[in-house]
């Protein structure tokens, strides 16, 4: 099972920018997708963003579109989260996964199809 840790999550004011970072180590062979998910003080949680390890192809949840910028960079084994234009509905703790088969469509984009989780890092955005 892979092993991933985030990195990248703090207080930002409403505006601001932040970049998350997710690097993957241990058995990777199921690093076939990678998302980004969160998940608010008494919500469920949700995707924001994956991207598959092959071709690069991406999906993002329509709140974060043209905010959020997921990229990757197989060499390291991290993918990234760049969020901008934050807003305080962006606060939540922030959870990256993998996934070990890759993305055919935007309905592979949800948490309940990924299998290993990281710890997750909080993202507080004031107003």
């Known amino acids: 099972q892979a092993q991933l840790v985030e990195s990248g999550g703090g207080l930002v004011q409403f505006g601001g920018s932040l970049r998350l970072s997710c690097a993957v180590s241990g058995f990777t062979s199921d690093y076939r997708a990678i998302g980004w998910f969160r998940q608010a003080p008494g919500k469920e949680r949700e995707a924001v963003s994956c991207i598959s390890s092959s071709d690069g192809t991406t999906y993002y949840a329509d709140s974060v579109k043209g905010r959020f910028t997921i990229s990757r960079d197989n060499a390291k084994m991290t993918v990234y989260l760049e969020m901008n234009s934050l807003k305080p509905e962006d606060t939540a703790v922030y959870y990256c996964?993998?996934?070990?088969?890759?993305?055919?469509?935007?309905?592979?984009?949800?948490?309940?199809?990924?299998?290993?989780w990281g710890q997750g890092t909080q993202v507080t955005v004031s107003s």
């Open positions: 996964a993998t996934r070990p088969r890759y993305l055919t469509s935007s309905y592979y984009c949800g948490p309940a199809h990924f299998g290993s």
